[in-house]
């Protein structure tokens, strides 16, 4: 399955963006999407992620209760809502897949990836 990732851009400490993740090439049945992102000469971490149903939800513990993971299957994307940013998330963010039931944090279980989109948040 092929990801794009969209929706980055540069705000200001305390906006919101929604980053969308978009799938082609094939359904999203059945599959798991995370969030990661990377913040310049850092690793790659985990931020969200969701089941196929919707039902198995699981967050980074920096972003609960800021960032908000959803989906949309008849749309084959899946949605990244972040409120209250803070320039800490600033980063790369990167949208994955992969076909397993529970949600998983771990970046080795995804073997799909779309390319990052940019989030910039300036203090």
């Known amino acids: 399955v092929q990801l794009q990732a969209s929706g980055g851009g540069t705000v200001q400490a305390g906006d919101s963006l929604r980053l969308s993740c978009a799938a082609s090439?094939?359904?999203?049945?059945?599959?798991?999407v995370g969030w990661f992102r990377q913040a310049p000469g850092k690793e790659r971490e985990f931020v969200a992620s969701i089941s196929y149903s919707g039902g198995s939800i699981e967050y980074a513990d920096s972003v609960k209760g800021r960032f908000t993971i959803s989906r949309d299957n008849a749309k084959n994307t899946v949605y990244l809502q972040m409120n209250s940013l803070q320039s800490e998330d600033t980063a790369v963010y990167y949208c994955?897949?992969?076909?397993?039931?529970?949600?998983?944090?771990?970046?080795?279980?995804?073997?799909?990836w779309g390319h990052g989109t940019l989030v910039t948040v300036s203090s």
């Open positions: 090439g094939r359904t999203l049945r059945g599959y798991v």
């Open positions: 994955a897949a992969t076909p397993f039931f529970f949600t998983d944090y771990r970046t080795a279980t995804y073997g799909s």
